[in-house]
C-alpha cells in the first residue's frame, strides 16, 4: 500500500520497505539536459497529480567501473534525484542523515544497497537521505571562460549538493525530519564532497554535523588545474566553444571525459599531468560555491560550531590493485608525494614491509588519513577521529576502501558485503559498535568517545577489540608535516 507525503512542488507516494517508509526517486531540482547541462542546478517545477515516489530514479550519467558499490547502473540526465527513509510522516522532528556517495566523483548513485539507511531510521529513529548530484564532465569541468552562466560549470556537482540539503532543509518536516537537525555524510568523494561543503559558504547553515569517511578538505583543482582539464576536453571533444559542447551528445562528453582522464593521469590522484595530486574533474576553485580552497576557509574559522566526525581505513589503496610494485617505483612514489625521506620513515616502522605494503602504506595515508588529520588540526575543535583496522578475510585487501561502508550502515547482510568481508564468523560486533557511534552522532553530535586535540591526538580505532588510541602511527603522521 503507498503512503503519501507532500512536498513544496508536489505531493509523492512511498511505500513500506524494510520496516520503515521509502520515498524513492524524488527531484530536488531541475533537470539538467541539453541547454542546461553545464549550469548551476535550478528549481523544479511544480506538479499537481501525485508522483510517484516508490522506485530510484536514474543515476547520474557516467562509465560504471564495475566495482563492488559501483556496478554498471541505469543512468539518465534527468538524474538530480534523492531518497527518504523514515519511521513516520510526523511532527516528531527527527535528526537527518544526508548521505553523499563516492566514486571519484566519477560513478555511483544513491540508490546502492549498502547505503540502506534503514537500520538507521529503525535503530536511531533518524531520518536518512540519499543523493545523486552530476558527475565527472557533466558536474566539473569549468567552462566560466564562456561566460557568468558557466560560473559554476567547475564545481556543480557541489552545487547540485546544495540545492539537495536546501530542499531537505525546505521539505524534510514533512517526512518526520527536523532542518536544524541535519548531518551530512559521505564516503571516499563523498568524504570529499562533505569536506567541501564544509568550507563553502554557499552551504553554511544547511548543517549541523558532518561526517567525512576516507576524504576531507583536500583533493580539489586550482584553477590553473581546472583549465588544463576543460581544454583538454574541448579537444577530446573536437569543439571550441560552448555551443559545441552543449550539442554534444551524453555519449560523446564521456567517451571524451575518459580520453582526459587517460591523458592526465597514470595513476588515482597521485601521477597526474595537472601540477596537484589530484584526479581530473574534481570541483574547480575559484567560484563563489567554493572562492578558496575548503581547507584555508576551514582554519580560518567557517562552520567552526559544526561537529565533525571524520577518519579512513588502514590499508585503503589496496583497492586500488596497483600490479608490480618493486623498490623503484616504490621511490619514485615517495618522491612524487614531495619527500623521498618519508619512505625511510615507514621502512623504519614496518621492516617486515614488502615494496607493494609500503607503498599501499604511503598512498593510503597521503590520499586519506593525513587529510582527515589536518581537517582536525584546521578546525581546532568540535571534531572527533577514528581509524577502520578490521581487516579483510581476503588478505590481500586488509583495511581496504570501502570496506568501513556496510559496517556504518549496519548492513553486513546486504548484496555484496560476503564477497567483500570473507568467509568466516560474522563480524557483526564491529558493526554494532561502529554503527552505534555513527548514531550517537547524528542524534547528539557526540560519538561517544574522546574528541581530537592536537595535544593528545585520541582517536577511535574500529577493530575487532575496539578502543580509543593516543595518536597512532604517530611517528609516520609526523613525516608529512610541511608536505602537501
Known sequence: MGV???????????????????????????????????????????????RDARKFGPAAPQIADGGITNPPVRWDEDCLRLNVQTRALDDAGRPVLVWIHGGGYRTGQGAVPWYNGARFAANGDIVAVTINYRLGALGFTDLSRFGDEFATSGVNGIADQIAALEWVRDNIASFGGDPAKVTIAGESAGGFSVGTLLGSPRAEGLFRGVIAQSGAAHHCLPPSAGQTVADRFLEALGVDNVIGVEAA?????????????????????????????????????????LPEAPLEAIHRGLNADVKVLAGSNRDETTLWGYGEVDAGRLDRTATRLGNERILDVYRRTRPEATARELLTALTSDHMFRIPAIRLAEARGGNTWLYQFNWRSRFQHLGATH???????????????????????????????????????????????????TAERRKTMVFDDTSGVVEDPDGEERAAWEGLR
Open 4 to 50: 503519501n507525503a507532500t512536498t513544496r512542488t508536489g505531493r509523492v507516494q512511498g511505500r513500506e520497505k524494510d520496516g520503515v517508509l521509502l520515498f524513492a526517486g524524488i527531484p530536488y531540482a531541475a533537470p539538467p539536459v541539453a541547454g542546461r547541462r553545464f549550469r548551476a542546478p535550478a528549481a523544479h517545477e511544480s506538479w499537481t497529480d501525485v
Open 249 to 289: 551528445t551524453v555519449e560523446a562528453i564521456l567517451e571524451a571525459q575518459a580520453s582526459v582522464c587517460r591523458a592526465l593521469e597514470r595513476g588515482p590522484g597521485l601521477d597526474t599531468q595537472l601540477g596537484v595530486p589530484v584526479s581530473a574533474f574534481y570541483p574547480v576553485i575559484g567560484s563563489d560555491v
Open 402 to 452: 570501502a570496506l568501513e561502508i556496510p559496517f556504518v550502515f549496519d548492513n553486513l547482510h546486504q548484496p555484496g558485503v560476503d564477497a567483500f568481508i570473507g568467509e568466516g564468523p560474522s563480524p557483526q560486533h564491529v558493526a554494532d559498535d561502529m554503527h552505534r557511534a555513527w548514531t550517537r552522532f547524528i542524534r547528539d553530535g557526540d560519538p561517544g568517545f574522546a574528541p581530537y
